[in-house]
């Protein structure tokens, strides 16, 4: 039994060893831990195995060989069930990550005059989020103008124009 706790112990252990150092243990071991023979599959195995074969011994009167081959089997579906939860979570996708570029043909509000030879203060919305950025125009535009992106210029600047109405 004291074998069997064991192992139930040691696959936790691992599994908060890949939980934590994932990457870098599979990095160190390149590649040969992907997909199937992912470090959290062999943890929820060994897991598995040691305290499905802790229980049977101990609650039946079974010996060491039925207590392993009824470990193995709930090793096996522990396995399985992992590799196909982490398979479903690494094929969740989000929307793409919001980037300045994205604003460039949308509209916003002067927020700090923009004077002809210099940058002022626009705030646009990126991602439905309100976001201040430097504008420069090549005309003078005064605050509470609605504007449009025509270009961005850097990752905090944007090149604006006036929206005529």
Do not use: H, N
Not at 63 to 70: E, I, M, R, S
Not at 99 to 115: C, F, K, M, Y
């Amino acid at each position: 039994m004291t074998f069997f706790l064991g192992l139930g112990i040691a696959g936790i252990v691992l599994l908060a060893l890949s939980l934590i150092f994932g990457g870098v243990l599979e990095g160190m071991l390149d590649g040969l831990f992907d997909g199937l023979l992912s470090l959290p599959v062999i943890a929820g195995f060994i897991s598995m195995l040691g305290f499905g074969g802790a229980i049977v011994l101990s609650t039946t009167g079974a010996g060491p060989l039925v207590a392993t081959v009824a470990g193995v089997a709930a090793g096996l579906v522990a396995g399985w069930l992992t590799w196909k939860f982490s398979k479903a979570l690494m094929r969740d996708q989000t929307s793409s990550t919001p980037r300045g570029g994205d604003l460039v043909g949308t509209s916003g509000t002067v927020v700090t005059a923009i004077p002809a030879d210099g940058y002022g203060e626009v705030m646009l919305r990126l991602a439905g989020q309100p976001v201040k950025y430097a504008a420069k125009c090549p005309t003078p535009v005064v605050r509470g103008t609605e504007i449009w992106v025509e270009a961005e210029l850097s990752t905090t600047s944007v090149a604006v124009r006036p929206v005529e109405r």
